[in-house]
């Protein structure tokens, strides 16, 4: 079992920089792939961006390729989301999710999820 608590989030203007945090307890952290999803108002949620259990496999959605960056220190059970030249349209609740199946883009792969941290990005 893993139970997550993501932080990090805030209001910001476009052009900023923010780095959410995913603490993680539970011993299976570390063998579990760490995913971020996101849900704007209105929308459904959609996946960000994930880390597979060693952090060295990645992957981002298109409309953050190049701007964000995951991450994960499996020592500090702590995975990341570095966000750089934030828009507008990155305004949404941002959630981390852990899977046991290996590195997803799919919400239904992912089982466990935290409660999730609000990003509002003003131009």
């Known amino acids: 079992q893993v139970q997550l608590v993501e932080s990090g989030g805030g209001l910001v203007q476009a052009g900023d920089s923010l780095r959410l945090s995913c603490a993680a307890s539970g011993s299976t952290f570390s063998t579990s792939s760490i995913g971020w999803f996101r849900r704007a108002p209105g929308q459904e949620r959609e996946f960000v961006a994930a880390?597979?259990?060693?952090?060295?496999?990645?992957s981002y959605a298109d409309s953050v390729k190049g701007r964000f960056t995951v991450s994960r220190d499996n020592a500090k059970n702590t995975a990341y989301l570095q966000m750089t030249n934030l828009r507008p349209d990155d305004t949404a609740v941002y959630y981390c999710?852990?899977?046991?199946?290996?590195?997803?883009?799919?919400?239904?792969?992912?089982?466990?999820w935290g409660q999730g941290t609000q990003v509002t990005v003003s131009s």
């Open positions: 999710a852990a899977s046991r199946t290996g590195l997803s883009r799919k919400l239904l792969d992912y089982r466990y």
């Open positions: 880390a597979a259990w060693g952090g060295s496999t990645t």
